[in-house]
């Protein structure tokens, strides 16, 4: 396992637990984020502010058929958007152009305002390979402070139920949304779907984690989110 030392200018995302709006039909959401995602070119002062867009489907959203246990039904996509720095979390919402182009968009895309289901987090990567196209997104509840760097361990050991790939975890910052008050959010990385749902679907994917982090955090409170990515930039 190959793990990132502490940097001295740390990674931040933009993470988003996207819901669509109900008007468009599961299937219909994939093509019309990607829509969405296509008007930030017209958006010329936060793209030297934006480094790198994932956006990650629901597999259950692209009509695959649910064969997962304890994966979240009540959301469609995941995003996560990397930064240049803290400070672009806060400016991007109050940019004019992101006012004028992309917010009147979103209503037609998402079942609420984007600002409204989006986190904040800095980026610790424990196992630093090349993503492949499927990741299981988790959004943890009630991880204490002081569990952080247990929980960190725990990750890490059980690195090996995705086979050693890509391994993230996105420490979460005080200022959430409303009904998103979670901690941490961790990405296991697979290199595609098929492998992805091959790993995932003997058991829920709480009973899984329960043995190796069930005592540092509420699973029952977290959610899992099994997705693909649909549109990647760069």
């Not at 933009?14 to 959401?29: C, D, G, S, V, W």
Request: negative net charge; aromatic residues 8%.
């Amino acid at each position: 396992m190959t793990e990132t030392l502490a940097s001295a200018n740390p990674s931040w995302k933009m993470i988003y637990l996207a819901k669509r709006n109900p008007q468009l039909a599961a299937t219909e959401f994939e093509q019309a984020w990607r829509e969405h995602s296509a008007l930030g070119k017209q958006c010329r002062n936060v793209q030297d502010k934006v480094l790198g867009v994932a956006q990650c489907t629901s597999v259950l959203s692209m009509g695959i058929a649910n064969t997962l246990s304890g994966i979240h039904t009540q959301a469609d996509g995941v995003n996560l958007l990397q930064i240049r720095d803290l400070q672009v979390a806060s400016d991007i919402w109050h940019d004019p152009e992101t006012q004028a182009i992309m917010k009147p968009d979103e209503l037609r895309v998402f079942d609420r305002y984007v600002r409204e289901f989006t986190l904040v987090a800095q980026e610790d990567v424990l196992v630093n390979v090349p993503s492949g196209q499927s990741v299981l997104v988790g959004f943890i509840s009630e991880l204490p402070t002081d569990a952080t760097t247990n929980f960190r361990m725990a990750l890490a050991d059980f690195s090996n139920w995705n086979f050693g790939q890509r391994l993230v975890i996105n420490k979460v910052q005080a200022d959430r949304p409303a009904g998103y008050n979670y901690d941490a959010i961790v990405e296991w990385w697979f290199e595609d779907t098929h492998q992805m749902l091959q790993r995932l679907n003997q058991e829920a994917v709480q009973l899984q984690l329960q043995n190796a982090m069930g005592h540092l955090c509420n699973l029952n409170q977290s959610v899992f989110m099994a997705t693909q990515v649909t549109h990647r930039r760069p």
